[in-house]
């Protein structure tokens, strides 16, 4: 089946550092893949897609590449700040099934 | 536009004991998703609606957990009766449809703590 695995956390950064939020997946077909963000107490928002290979999705200085020769798409921002701070999940949508799929998430813990 | 609403935000019960969980998508999404997320992980799909008719449920416990999505609208997520390992977040999540392109909102969850 499908499956998407993200890099361990909690990662710890200081403001204006480059963050790197690696994943990588598995999926038959072509699917569409997410990062979604989660602030502490609320449900989990889009916070960029891409729909086939070579897409970029971006937001809010977010961005990542659908890398389908890696089977890849890693969050990047060239300058965190503290309001960053929350769980990341990686997901894919129509791979063998309509069955979204979501890594475990990865915690960002951005200093001042 | 409103949101995914859910009720209620926190549950306490004794295991054994029986809840249930509501949810309102947006307004004229035809997909709805039920997630359980437990600590430290990712939300796994329990069961996916389309419009009032089940697309997939392979991954609801179904000896314990029931769902239903009257009308096509509104939908309730029953435990019964719940287990120690049944403490989670359970989340909802709407989609105008299920291709695999569109985006989910999700709702606040409620937080099941079952002692």
């Known amino acids: 089946g499908d499956s998407v695995t993200q890099m361990e956390g909690p990662v710890t950064l200081s403001e204006e550092a480059f963050l790197t939020i690696n994943c990588t997946y598995t999926?038959?077909?072509?699917?569409?893949l997410f990062w979604y963000v989660q602030y502490p107490g609320e449900g989990l928002q889009l916070l960029l897609k891409a729909t086939k290979a070579d897409d970029k999705g971006s937001n809010k200085g977010f961005e990542a590449t659908y890398r389908k020769e890696t089977t890849s798409f890693h969050l990047e921002k060239g300058s965190v700040q503290v309001s960053d701070s929350a769980v990341y999940f990686c997901a894919l949508s129509g791979g063998g099934s309509y069955i979204p799929t979501f890594g475990r998430g990865t915690s960002l813990i951005v200093h001042p | 536009e409103a949101g995914v609403a859910q009720s209620p935000r926190y549950k306490i019960i004794e295991k054994r004991q029986s809840v249930a969980f509501w949810c309102n998508p947006i307004?004229?999404?035809?997909?709805l998703y039920w997630y359980q997320q437990i600590l430290g992980q990712g939300p796994k799909l329990l069961i996916q609606f389309q419009n009032n008719g089940v697309v997939d449920d392979s991954q609801l416990p179904k000896d314990r957990f029931s769902a239903e999505r009257l009308k096509g609208v509104d939908s309730t997520l029953k435990i019964q009766p719940a287990k120690l390992e049944d403490s989670a977040v359970y989340l909802c999540?709407?989609?105008?449809?299920?291709?695999?392109?569109?985006?989910?909102?999700f709702g606040p969850g409620t937080r099941l703590t079952v002692l």
């Open positions: 999540a709407s989609r105008f449809d299920r291709v695999s392109a569109d985006t989910q909102y």
């Open positions: 999926a038959t077909g072509y699917p569409s």
């Open positions: 307004s004229g999404h035809a997909t």
